[in-house]
């Protein structure tokens, strides 16, 4: 694999995009969190959160729009970089560059609305117990390890199926949506269960408070980040295969 | 540098589309493949530059499988489609998104040509250009590119006719010893003056694959008022010019090569040319 390859695909997507990104995804994400914040009065924006997601799953049918035109499919194929620096070029673009651009839009959007509310309010957000920007950003970025892991299960899947799908790929990429929520549902249903089940001594899970009362190390701190792990790696990997047997 | 080995393939798995295809590009050639329509000329290009794989057989660029699709084949092979993708970008845009890609792209190149082209003056975004001008802008990149594979569809679809001489002149000052040039058209007339080899391609086989100089060796192209007795008679028209006609060389005259009368003798005597020129 040869970086100058991949940093080379990376400019010639800046070239070809940064309008239609800046524009379309970051600039909408940035006024919508903007306008929210200030009509809402809110640091919460729960549906903007929900929609940057929605937005980031979406991108890499974005990324590979070249694989679905025949004639821009063999623009893409003959460019001269091996399908492995491509589809790592499409992983850069879309778990780094897109997930970070998302992310900062929106913050952007919500500083600006936060110091626009702030200056004609400053009582505002009183009631979130938010007193100036360091706690307010705070705030926005509840991470937790098997939710981010989770997200960028969804970008893999997605990834795959931007690179499978040649023709609707917008229509089967929400069908691919769909099997991903029920796959997700399983791997959530499967690990209460296997929490339950394999972890928690019987007696405590009949008292109906293990999860408060023990500090136990249960199947559910590991099992969502093994299971995500492998799902991430595995649809990769198939990216990968499928990139190669790609034909224009 | 591209070789064809006993290549079988088809989209539709019951009807074979070729069956057997052998074909070798030499360095230094610029080879004409010439077929009719629905002959499956642009598939045999897309097979050729590892697009399409065949369903049984091999296909090589630079000795290497081409289904792999490695960086130094594409940085190779340049292949221009008849459909041309443009993306939104200036043509100084675009030379600096997709030249880097290519080890010997030269920018005094590509600016001559987009001048002899009249292309040098255009500020916009290449999508938003006719379709022979997009066409020009990418002729210009991919001479420019000086792959030593340069695969043209069709490049004179949609050129005025100026542009055609342009491109003509072009093209003869193009070719090198190191070069390979391989243009698959319909319009031979466009282009019978800069090709000096053939490979014509018909009901799923290569009939010919052969230097212009062993065509013009074994064969003779001339017109006149009557059909000659002296020789093998492989095809004739009429004309008002005369009686065009393509038969064996059987006193070595050099008669310059006429590839649309090639073209349908070949078609017309496709085994005996197939074993004349093995």
Not at chain 1, 6 to 15: D, S
Not at chain 1, 159 to 181: D, E, M, N, R, T
Not at chain 2, 99 to 110: D, G, L, R, T, V
Not at chain 2, 207 to 217: A, E, K, P, Q, R
Request: charged letters at 20%.
């Amino acid at each position: 694999m040869n970086i100058n390859n991949i940093i080379k695909l990376v400019k010639a997507y800046f070239y070809e995009n940064w309008r239609n990104d800046l524009i379309y995804s970051f600039g909408i994400m940035a006024a919508l969190s903007l306008i929210m914040t200030i009509v809402s009065g809110s640091p919460l924006l729960t549906e903007i959160k929900l929609a940057a997601i929605v937005f980031m799953v979406y991108y890499p049918c974005r990324v590979f729009s070249k694989l679905h035109q025949p004639s821009s499919r063999i623009h893409y194929l003959m460019t001269p970089a091996t399908n492995a620096e491509k589809v790592v070029t499409g992983m850069f673009l879309t778990n780094i560059y897109f997930v970070a651009g998302i992310v900062l839009s929106v913050l952007i959007g919500q500083i600006l609305g936060y110091g626009i509310v702030n200056m004609y309010n400053p009582d505002a957000f009183a009631l979130y117990e938010i007193h100036n920007l360091g706690e307010f950003l705070e705030m926005q970025i509840p991470i937790h390890g098997d939710g981010v892991l989770m997200f960028f299960a969804g970008i893999s899947i997605m990834f795959f199926a931007a690179i499978y799908f040649k023709k609707s790929p917008f229509w089967k990429l929400l069908l691919a949506g769909f099997i991903i929520s029920l796959v997700f549902g399983a791997i959530m249903a499967g690990t209460e269960w296997l929490n339950v089940l394999l972890a928690v001594p019987a007696e405590i899970r009949n008292g109906g408070y293990y999860k408060v009362e023990h500090n136990i190390v249960t199947s559910s701190n590991w099992f969502p980040y093994v299971a995500y792990s492998v799902v991430i790696v595995y649809f990769y990997a198939m990216s990968f295969l499928r990139m190669r047997e790609t034909e224009a | 540098m591209i070789q064809l080995q006993n290549v079988e393939f088809g989209y539709d798995k019951n009807r074979k589309l070729f069956n057997g295809v052998n074909l070798q590009l030499e360095p230094g050639h610029m080879y004409g493949l010439l077929g009719r329509n629905g002959a499956g000329k642009t598939t045999l290009l897309k097979i050729m530059t590892g697009l399409l794989f065949p369903q049984s057989g091999d296909a090589f660029i630079d000795g290497e499988p081409a289904y792999k699709r490695t960086a130094q084949q594409m940085s190779d092979v340049y292949f221009l489609q008849e459909e041309i993708y443009v993306p939104h970008l200036k043509i100084k845009q675009f030379e600096d998104a997709f030249a880097p890609f290519y080890p010997n792209f030269s920018h005094e190149q590509f600016t001559e040509y987009l001048r002899e082209m009249e292309m040098d003056n255009m500020l916009g975004f290449i999508d938003k250009f006719s379709h022979g001008q997009k066409k020009k802008v990418m002729i210009a990149f991919a001479l420019a590119t000086n792959v030593p594979l340069l695969i043209m569809d069709e490049p004179t679809n949609g050129l005025d006719i100026p542009t055609k001489s342009i491109f003509r002149k072009i093209m003869a000052a193009y070719a090198d010893e190191q070069k390979t040039v391989l243009i698959s058209t319909h319009q031979v007339r466009d282009l019978h003056s800069l090709i000096d080899a053939v490979s014509i391609i018909d009901n799923g086989r290569m009939i010919l694959n052969t230097s212009g100089d062993v065509i013009t060796d074994k064969l003779v192209f001339d017109t006149n008022d009557e059909k000659t007795k002296e020789g093998k008679l492989y095809y004739s028209e009429e004309t008002p010019r005369g009686i065009q006609q393509v038969k064996e060389n059987v006193n070595h005259i050099d008669t310059p090569l006429d590839l649309e009368l090639l073209f349908n003798a070949a078609v017309l005597n496709k085994q005996e040319f197939t074993e004349m020129f093995k």
